[in-house]
C-alpha cells in the first residue's frame, strides 16, 4: 500500500519551478518567428489587448499583480459580495422585465422560476390604470415589484401601495422598488423638471412604513446604452447616487436611510470577465463612498444583459450571448439578473423568448450550481487585478462629474453626451473593421435567412442620451439590400473570381464571401463573371498566385465589363485593381461605397 506524503498530492515535486522569466523567453521566440524582435516585458506587452478606459488585459497573470485585499464576502469593501452567504441560499432573484399590460404573461413566467417582477409602467409601458389588472392573481407578499415608470413614477407608486392595502399585505412583506429615478430619466428624455419632492416623500414613506420596500433606482443603462464604457456606466451610478443622497438627507431622511433606499442596475455583457469586475469594482466604489458619508454598508444590484449587444439578424445568437452576460452577473455578486429575450431587439417577446430567458438562469443556478460557491472568481489574480484597475478608472470618471458640477449639471451642459459619444465612436471603429465581431451579423451572417417578426413594443422614451447597438452600421447596410431585394427580386452581387487550385483560394475566398454577405452582397462563386448578373468583382488567392496572374485576370475581367475590381488580400501594385479587402479593413466603409455603386439606396 502507498502512503501519500504528508503535503497531499506532490505529483509535479520532481519539476522544478517555471519562472517569469523562462516563460517571456518563449514568447520571445513565438514573436521572432513572426518577425517581431522584443524581448523582456516588451515581449509581453506584445501579446497584450487594449481594453477601453485605458485598461490592458495581458496575457500572464502571476501572484505577484498584487490588488487590495477584498475583503471578505459580506463585510467592507464588499467586493467579494454585498452578503456573507451570497446567493448560496437559493440562487440570485430572477427578475424578469414586462412592458405591455399582459396579466398572463406575468403569471407564466412567475409560475416557472422567475421570482420578481420589473414592470415598466406609465406612458412608455403599462398604463398606471392597468396594474391592478395586471398583477391580478400574483400574490404581492411573495412576488417582489420593481417599477420602472419614469415621469409617472409618483401615480405608479401610489397605485402600487394602494394595491398592496387593498389585498391585505402587511407593510412588511412588501418587497421591491417603486422605482424612482429622475437623473436617469433625464438621460433618457432630456426631461430635467422632475421634482424631486415626491421622491423624496416616497422614500420617507418606505423608510418609515414599509421596511422591505426601495423607492430609487440609480440606472446606468442609460449611459451603457449611449455607447458608454464600464468606467464611464461607473462613474455616472456613483455620481447620480451621491446626487440621491444629498436630495435625501436634505429632506430629511439619515444617510443610513437614505443609503437604504437605493438599488443600482447595471449592464451584463458577454464580456464575461469586464462585467463581472464591474460589478465587483461597483460595490468597492459604493462603500467608500458611503463610508465617507457615515454609514456603511453594502450595495443592492441589479444586472440587465446588455440591450446594446442583441443583435436583429440571426437573433437566436443572442441566447448566447445572455447565457454568458448571466453568468457573468451570477459570478460577479449580483443581487437580481433580468435575462432579456433573444427577440428583445424585434419588438413584444413571445412565450418561448421568454421560457428561454428565465431558463437562462434556472439552469444556471440549478444545474450548473453557479450559485454553490460565494464569489466563485474571488482568488483570480485576473479578475482581482481587472477589478482593481476598473475600480480607479471608474473612480477617476466620477471625480471628473463631480468637479463639473455632479451628475445633473454634465447631463444638462451636453459635457457627458460627449464623453460617451466619444468612447462609441471609438468602438464604432472596431466594429466596422470587425476587430469586434458580432457573430450573424458582421461574421457568419445568413442572407437566406428569414427575418423574425414581432408585435410592436411599446416606443421607448427618447429625446436625450442616444441608444446605440453594436448592430447598428451592418443592420443599415443589410436593410438597403432586403430594400433592393423587395424592388427587384435579387440582391446586389459580386462575382468572386478564384485563382489556381482550392488549397490557394479556399480561406480567402471564404474572408470575402463573409465579408460581402456582412453588407447584404451576394457572392457568386459558380460559372463566369459574364453569366453572374454582377458588375463587379473579387479576386481570391495565395500572395505568390496574385503576383503571377492577379494583373493579367483584373484586365481580362474589366475588358469583359467588370465595373470594379477587389482584391482579397494586402494592397499591392496591380493595374487594374480598383480596391483590396483584407482582414482589418473598415468593412463598413467598403460595403457602404459597394453598395453605391450598384445603386442600391
Known amino acids: 500500500m502507498t502512503v501519500l506524503p504528508d503535503d497531499g498530492l506532490s505529483l509535479a515535486a520532481e519539476f522544478p519551478d517555471a519562472t517569469h522569466e523562462q516563460w517571456q523567453r518563449l514568447v520571445e521566440g513565438v514573436l521572432r518567428k513572426s518577425g517581431k524582435e522584443v524581448s523582456g516585458a516588451a515581449a509581453e506587452d506584445a501579446l497584450s489587448t487594449t481594453l477601453e478606459d485605458g485598461l490592458r488585459a495581458r496575457p500572464l497573470y502571476t501572484a505577484d499583480d498584487s490588488a487590495p485585499d477584498p475583503g471578505l464576502p459580506g463585510f467592507a469593501p464588499f467586493v467579494r459580495g454585498g452578503r456573507p452567504e451570497g446567493n448560496t441560499l437559493g440562487g440570485w432573484d430572477v427578475r424578469q422585465q414586462h412592458t405591455a399590460a399582459d396579466g398572463a404573461a406575468v403569471l407564466g413566467d412567475l409560475e416557472n422560476g422567475v421570482t420578481s417582477l420589473w414592470l415598466v409602467a406609465g406612458a412608455d409601458g403599462i398604463p398606471v390604470s392597468s396594474l391592478d389588472r395586471v398583477l391580478d392573481g400574483v400574490y404581492l407578499d411573495l412576488a417582489p415589484v420593481v417599477l420602472d415608470a419614469g415621469r409617472d413614477v409618483e401615480p405608479a407608486a401610489r397605485e402600487l401601495l394602494r394595491l398592496y392595502q387593498e389585498r391585505g399585505v402587511a407593510k412588511e412583506a412588501a418587497r421591491g422598488n417603486l422605482g424612482a429615478d429622475p437623473l436617469g430619466h433625464e438621460a433618457r428624455t432630456g426631461d430635467g423638471g422632475l421634482d424631486f419632492a415626491p421622491v423624496a416623500a416616497l422614500a420617507g414613506l418606505c423608510a418609515e412604513e414599509y421596511p422591505g420596500l426601495r423607492a430609487l433606482t440609480v440606472d446606468a443603462l442609460p449611459y451603457h446604452e449611449a455607447g458608454g464604457s464600464a ?262 452581387r459580386i462575382f468572386l473570381a478564384a485563382l489556381g487550385p482550392a488549397a490557394a483560394h479556399t480561406a480567402r475566398l471564404t474572408f470575402a464571401s463573409n ?86 439606396s
Not at 429625446?463 to 440582391?491: I, Q
Request: proline share 5%.
Open 515 to 600: 465579408l460581402f454577405q456582412a453588407g447584404g452582397i451576394e457572392p457568386v462563386t459558380e460559372g463566369a463573371f459574364e453569366d453572374s448578373g454582377a458588375t463587379e468583382v473579387c479576386l481570391c488567392s495565395s500572395d505568390t498566385l496574385y503576383e503571377e496572374r492577379a494583373a493579367e485576370v483584373a484586365g481580362e475581367l474589366k475588358a469583359t465589363g467588370a465595373g470594379h475590381v477587389f482584391l482579397a488580400g494586402r494592397p499591392g501594385q496591380y493595374p487594374d485593381v480598383d480596391a483590396y479587402v483584407f482582414a482589418g479593413c473598415d468593412a463598413v466603409a467598403v460595403l457602404s461605397a459597394t453598395l453605391d455603386r450598384m445603386g442600391v
Open 231 to 492: 468606467a464611464q456606466e461607473l462613474g455616472s451610478s456613483l455620481a447620480t447616487g451621491v446626487a440621491y443622497l444629498r436630495e435625501l438627507t436634505e429632506a430629511g431622511l439619515s444617510v443610513q436611510q437614505a443609503v437604504a433606499q437605493l438599488e443600482f442596475r447595471y449592464a451584463a455583457t458577454a464580456d464575461q470577465f469586464l462585467t463581472i469586475a464591474k460589478l465587483r469594482a461597483a460595490r468597492r466604489l459604493w462603500a467608500r463612498v458611503i463610508e465617507v458619508c457615515g454609514a456603511p454598508g453594502g450595495q443592492v444590484q441589479h444586472a440587465v444583459t446588455s440591450p446594446v449587444m442583441m443583435s436583429r439578424r440571426d437573433p437566436w445568437v443572442n441566447m448566447l450571448r445572455t447565457t454568458v452576460a448571466t453568468l457573468a452577473a451570477g459570478v460577479g455578486g449580483a443581487d437580481a439578473v433580468t435575462v432579456l429575450p433573444f427577440d428583445h431587439a424585434l419588438g413584444l417577446p413571445d412565450a418561448f423568448a421568454r421560457r428561454i430567458a428565465r431558463n437562462t438562469s434556472t439552469i444556471l443556478v440549478e444545474e450548473s450550481h453557479l450559485s454553490r460557491v460565494i464569489d466563485p472568481a474571488g482568488g483570480s489574480w485576473y479578475v482581482e487585478r481587472l477589478t482593481d484597475e476598473l475600480a480607479h478608472a471608474g473612480w477617476e470618471f466620477f471625480q471628473w462629474i463631480e468637479r463639473e458640477g455632479g451628475q445633473a449639471a454634465v447631463l444638462r451642459s451636453g459635457r457627458l453626451g460627449q464623453d460617451l459619444a466619444r468612447t462609441w465612436e471609438a468602438r464604432s471603429a472596431k466594429l466596422a473593421e470587425r476587430r469586434e465581431p458580432v457573430t450573424g451579423v458582421s461574421e457568419f451572417p445568413n442572407l437566406a435567412e428569414r427575418l423574425v417578426e414581432r408585435a410592436p413594443a411599446p416606443v421607448p422614451p427618447s429625446g436625450g442620451l442616444p441608444r446605440v447597438r453594436r448592430d447598428e452600421a451592418f443592420e443599415a447596410l443589410r436593410a438597403r439590400s432586403d430594400a433592393h431585394l423587395a424592388a427587384t427580386g435579387s440582391r446586389p
